[in-house]
T-cell receptor
Framework: EAQVTQNPRYLITVTGKKLTVTCSQNMNHEYMSWYRQDPGLGLRQIYYSMNVEVTDKGDVPEGYKVSRKEKRNFPLILESPSPNQTSLYFC?????????????FGPGTRLTVT | GENVEQHPSTLSVQEGDSAVIKCTYS??????FPWYKQELGKGPQLIID?????GEKKDQRIAVTLNKTAKHFSLHITETQPEDSAVYFCAASRPGSARQLTFGSGTQLTVLP
């Protein structure tokens, strides 16, 4: 089954404790991205990657890191999480960076930072 | 950069009635406008999209209209059913943008039985 998987689905952590949210897709997609969803703000892009070893900042990159060492994986790293990073996070992938290509979203990771 | 505004933030309709969600965009270069549906506990999923060379597109009970001059586009759902209850996001994209999509703030649609 074609899908985007994220782990963990739920995470409660404390301020300053480094964490990684994994994302993997099995569709051989080139383009992957991370979004955060907050009430009233919709989906905001954090980082995106157009291919292996090619990443760039989205609209809200502060406090986050990413890497793309393999085509299928795109982990999101929070080196020192803070309470304002409490949010619902989605990983997404699409065939390429071309316009009009459907983005496939993972099921989401709900992160709480206390 | 692009800014997409979406209204209303919440919408309740009776089953069988129609629902309309509206979005406006700021970048006149944007030419691709998808709509995503997010069911509870799931990620958003594409339900319909429209390009700027088309004024309207239909797919069964859902339709999208686009007014390029006014820079707004709308999602229309007819004969609503309980399974239409979800959060709906509009988005806009301009050619050549590596960031692909700018999303609206979302509309929580509730279809009352």
């Amino acid at each position: 089954e074609a899908q985007v998987t994220q782990n963990p689905r739920y995470l409660i952590t404390v301020t300053g404790k480094k964490l990684t949210v994994t994302c993997s897709q099995n569709m051989n997609h080139e383009y992957m991205s991370w979004y955060r969803q907050d009430p009233g703000l919709g989906l905001r892009q954090i980082y995106y990657s157009m291919n292996v070893e090619v990443t760039d900042k989205g609209d809200v990159p502060e406090g986050y890191k990413v890497s793309r060492k393999e085509k299928r994986n795109f982990p999101l790293i929070l080196e020192s999480p803070s309470p304002n990073q409490t949010s619902l996070y989605f990983c997404a992938s699409s065939l390429g960076r071309g316009q009009g290509l459907e983005q496939y979203f993972g099921p989401g990771t709900r992160l709480t930072v206390t | 950069g692009e800014n997409v505004e979406q209204h209303p933030s919440t919408l309740s309709v009776q089953e069988g009635d129609s629902a309309v969600i509206k979005c406006t965009y700021s970048d006149s270069a944007s030419n691709y406008f998808p709509w995503y549906k997010q069911e509870l506990g799931k990620g958003p999923q594409l339900i319909i999209d429209i390009r700027s060379n088309v004024g309207e597109k239909k797919d069964q009970r859902i339709a999208v209209t686009l007014n390029k001059t006014a820079k707004h586009f709308s999602l229309h759902i007819t004969e609503t059913q309980p399974e239409d209850s979800a959060v709906y996001f509009c988005a806009a994209s301009r050619p050549g943008s590596a960031r692909q999509l700018t999303f609206g703030s979302g509309t929580q649609l509730t279809v009352l039985p």
